[in-house]
């Protein structure tokens, strides 16, 4: 960077002028259910056939197909009656629905969500507060407010949460041996695809989802089968209402929610409530590891060592497991 070559044409300057288009391209087509109806239809299809079989505009349809093509989601056939779209391979694993390793649910979570709040970044820096109020009329000191300000939103959240644990999920509960622990807390664990890696991972353990009230009621009624006899629930606030004593605890994607006060009061919470030996797993995805400094002022004020037990740290999607 900063050669002439650059300075003639700022080719990174319009790469990320345009990164968010590419992103709505992306969510746009997953929304309209383009990959489902390629991969159902086990043929390559018309842009004419998929525009009508979706509801969608000739012309519009024709040009979100090429722009997914450029971004190598489709490939293109051109045949005598014209051309013929189908998914790539990459598109039929993470981008459709019915897939078990499917992204849909948390590119929807993005679009619809995290997306809205995102236009008001400006905002954002000048007032050092999130922007719920004006995306969404929602306080901005309700954390979960966006996130949860409806059931419907809530389930989107949950099962977009489920779709990350579905191809990261095995790799962080393997990051460290954790067969010695069988009386497992997952705080905040959601829609229970993490506890269902664990239990599968561990068959000698039992995982208890403790989460709100309301969590663990969609979690039940969408997520967790009653059959699962290895996955409890514990409905609460863990901030307000008392921990249960475990072997292990789980914070997966927790700690990163709340300033460093909060952060230290829920962790001086589950060291009074582990047993003797136990240990905590918490899953962040943390600063850069080009800037230890920062890195390490980042791990420091959210973990306190243990005696007697084991504090463990796991980086989802990264080659950066710990033992702290």
């Known amino acids: 960077m900063g050669s002439t070559e650059d300075l003639d044409y700022p080719q990174i300057i319009v790469q990320y002028s345009n ?23 086990g043929k390559p ?21 090429d722009a997914c093509v450029g971004l190598k989601l489709l490939a293109v056939e051109m045949t005598q009656e014209g051309a013929l779209y189908r998914n790539t391979e990459i598109s039929n694993i993470y981008l459709t629905k019915s897939s ?8 929807m979570y993005y679009s619809n969500t995290v997306y809205l709040c995102w236009q008001y970044l400006s905002d954002a820096v000048r007032e050092g507060r999130n922007q719920y109020e004006r995306a969404f009329g929602i306080s901005s000191k309700d954390s979960f407010g966006a996130m949860y300000r409806s059931d ?4 989107k959240f949950m099962a977009g949460q489920n779709s990350v644990w579905s191809i990261c999920g095995r790799d ?10 069988t009386q497992i807390y997952d705080l905040g664990g959601g829609g229970g695809a993490l506890a269902q890696e664990c239990v599968s991972l561990y068959p000698n353990s039992t995982v208890t989802i403790y989460d709100l009230p309301k969590v663990v009621r969609v979690a039940k009624e969408q997520f967790v089968s009653p059959e699962e006899r290895q996955i409890t629930f514990h409905e609460g606030d863990f901030f307000n209402d008392s921990i249960p004593e475990a072997e292990l605890y789980i914070l997966s994607k927790i700690l990163h929610d709340w300033d460093d006060d909060k952060c230290k009061q829920l962790l001086a919470k589950v060291y009074k409530a582990c047993k003797p030996g136990g240990g905590v797993l918490l899953v962040e995805s943390l600063l850069n590891e080009d800037k230890p400094d920062r890195r390490e002022r980042a791990n420091s004020s959210r973990v306190q060592q243990a005696p007697g037990g084991s504090w463990l740290w796991s980086d989802p999607g990264q080659e950066n497991w710990k033992t702290l």
Do not use: N, W
Not at 53 to 62: C, D, F, N, Q
Not at 172 to 181: E, G, H, K, R, Y
């Open 19 to 41: 990164g968010f288009l590419i992103s709505k391209v992306m969510f746009t087509a997953c929304e309209l259910g383009v990959f489902d109806l390629l991969l159902d239809s």
């Open 45 to 65: 299809l018309s842009s004419d056939a998929i525009a009508a079989h979706l509801g969608a505009s000739t012309m519009g349809m024709e040009r979100l197909l």
């Open 172 to 181: 962080v509960l393997a990051a460290f041996d954790l067969s010695p622990f």
């Open 100 to 107: 078990t390793k499917s992204q849909y649910h948390i590119m």
């Open 152 to 155: 419907e939103e809530m389930l």
